[in-house]
């Protein structure tokens, strides 16, 4: 049974010291860490890579309690004043509504903070803390954790050893309102496709409608790929698609979810469907492709009458299951290379998968799921939603796989957190509720039974 007593103990002491949680939010935003970039990373040209290091830890070793396994990273997107920020990405503030705005906030240094917030809380409160914690916490996330998946199968039968399941909290609510858990993430596989052409930039007005133009090429074939209401257009890519099933379509009913919290997420009404259970079907088990962007065209203020002499162009498919990564790149290939061949160019193309992560489904009646939702009764009040991500966390499937352990994602924020984007938040009351979720959580660990 959960001790009841300790928990509103707990629970006061989270409220007592929030503040302090906040600035140490605070100084964690300020370590301006992001990606590759940041460490000389060069993996797509064979160098070796300068790795930031990748944390574990361990709090407890009581053979007779549980051991639960917390990931998260400490890595974030790149983020500048000029990019459209209202203050400066790394100096976290606090709104008056609330909101801890910069960059890392929710993505994914208010959580990991949360966790240690949590072991401190229960010091702090004199309880005795109700698991054995494990903590691994990388610096690669957002540039494909390079370097996690060999650590965690070489260190399976080690480390990790003990765990009994993993919780990771680097997902967001549904929307804004409702708390939810996560049981499923699409896969992804990141492209780039080069067009090359003359040995050099070329003056338009002389060259203009002599060459092949690698622009042009690129351009045509990125219209090839995917239609402006969202169908993907490679051959076959859509064949392995699991199969919607009556069961799976009546759980979609149930959500707390409108596509006004979208329009207000993404500041728009540019939604491609009209109601909410297509809408989430589209953006959890279908999978997506996007154009992300085009090296080497002008891009600069002003105009260049330049004809590029090498253009490459940079764009993702989500997956969904039963897509396997390997299947997707031969076709995306063989796709691409047949459609060049259509346009007669003398150019050349060369198109390179820079990244591939499969998609991940756990089962959410498992008894870590059942802890957590009891646990987010206990301090939302209500039951949480059960529900899938469009995003793509490919650790979680290496965990699940690497470990034979069921993984949980609880997340701590909300759906309009800004993750990757400008003015990231977490609000203040997502971060200290959410502190008291982990706690509630590990306690609803200790109680339950291994069903």
Known sequence: MVNDTALETLYKTVDQNQDDYVERLREAVAIPRYEARDIGCHDMDGVNLQLPPIILGTYGNDPNKKTILVYGHYDVQPALLEDGWDSKPFDMIETPKGQLVGRGASDDKGPIIGWLNCIEAHQNADIEFPVNLK??????????????????????????????????????????TKPCLTYGLRGICAYKVAISGPGKDLHSGVFGGTVHEPMTDLIHLFSKLVTPSGKILITGVN??????????????????????????????????????????????????????????????????????????????IRLVPNMDPNRVNELVEKYLKDEFAKLGSKNTISVECLHGAKPWIANPNHWNYVAASNAVERIFKCKPDLTREGGSIPVTLTFQDALNKNVLLLPMGRGDDGAHSINEKLDRSNYVQGIKLFGAYLHEIASCKDE
């Open 135 to 176: 903590i691994c916490f990388e610096g690669m996330e957002e540039n494909g954790s390079e370097g996690l998946e060999e650590l965690i199968s070489k260190e399976a039968d080690k480390y990790f050893k003990d765990v009994d399941a993993v919780c990771i909290s680097d997902n967001y609510w549904l929307g804004m």
């Open 239 to 316: 064949d392995d698609v699991a199969l919607l099933t009556d069961a799976e379509n009546q759980m979609y009913k149930s959500l707390e979810f409108s596509l006004s919290e979208l329009h207000s997420a993404i500041e728009s009404k540019t939604t491609i469907f009209d109601n909410e259970i297509e809408t989430l079907q589209h953006r959890w088990r279908y999978p997506s492709l996007t154009l992300h962007g085009i090296e080497g065209a002008f891009s600069s203020p002003g105009f260049k009458t330049v004809l590029p002499a090498k253009v490459t162009g940079k764009f993702s």
